[in-house]
């Protein structure tokens, strides 16, 4: 193969485009559009994930529950979530998501599940680290929210 030699493109300088920002250490646009989006989430903090929700998830996992701790997990969440579970070292306790039988899936955890989860966890005397809901499901269906309190 013959080298590649005396290309204009190798012999010129490149800069970063101006006005860009860097998502793992946003300052700018990324940055502004990030504060913006948690205040229109009611939230703390908004961080922006590309290419897959999987780092994310186990971000969020490993972030949140600490070996031997355990995770409240809907039977229907992302894969990445059991991936994140081995990870972590948690313990999954199982949420059974609302079945809709005409369609044949399954759709969000409703809130008597998740207060479920938690008396199981404590009767068995289990700490729980945190919970994942899956919401909106892949089908679309948004978990009620506003139903869901924390722990006891």
């Known amino acids: 193969m013959r080298p590649y030699r005396n290309s204009r493109y190798l012999k010129t300088k490149h800069q970063t485009a101006s006005g860009l920002d860097y998502l793992s250490s946003p300052t700018g646009v990324i940055a502004e559009a990030q504060q913006a989006a948690a205040a229109a989430f009611g939230a703390d903090h908004t961080w922006f994930l590309v290419n897959g929700c999987s780092g994310g998830i ?8 600490k070996p ?3 995770i409240l997990l809907a039977r229907n969440c992302h894969l990445s979530a059991f991936s994140a579970c081995v990870a972590t070292g948690c313990r999954p306790l199982w949420l059974k998501p609302e079945e809709d039988r005409v369609h044949g899936v399954a759709h969000c ?3 008597e599940e998740l207060t479920a989860g938690f008396q199981e966890a404590k009767a068995q005397g289990l700490s729980v680290g945190a919970v994942l809901v899956v919401s909106p499901t892949y089908y679309g269906a948004v978990a009620r929210i506003s139903g869901v309190q924390g722990g006891p």
Do not use: S
Request: charged fraction near 0%; glycine fraction near 8%; charge should be neutral.
């Open 58 to 65: 186990h971000a969020a996992v490993m972030a949140t529950v």
């Open 68 to 70: 031997g701790q355990t």
């Open 109 to 111: 955890v409703m809130p």
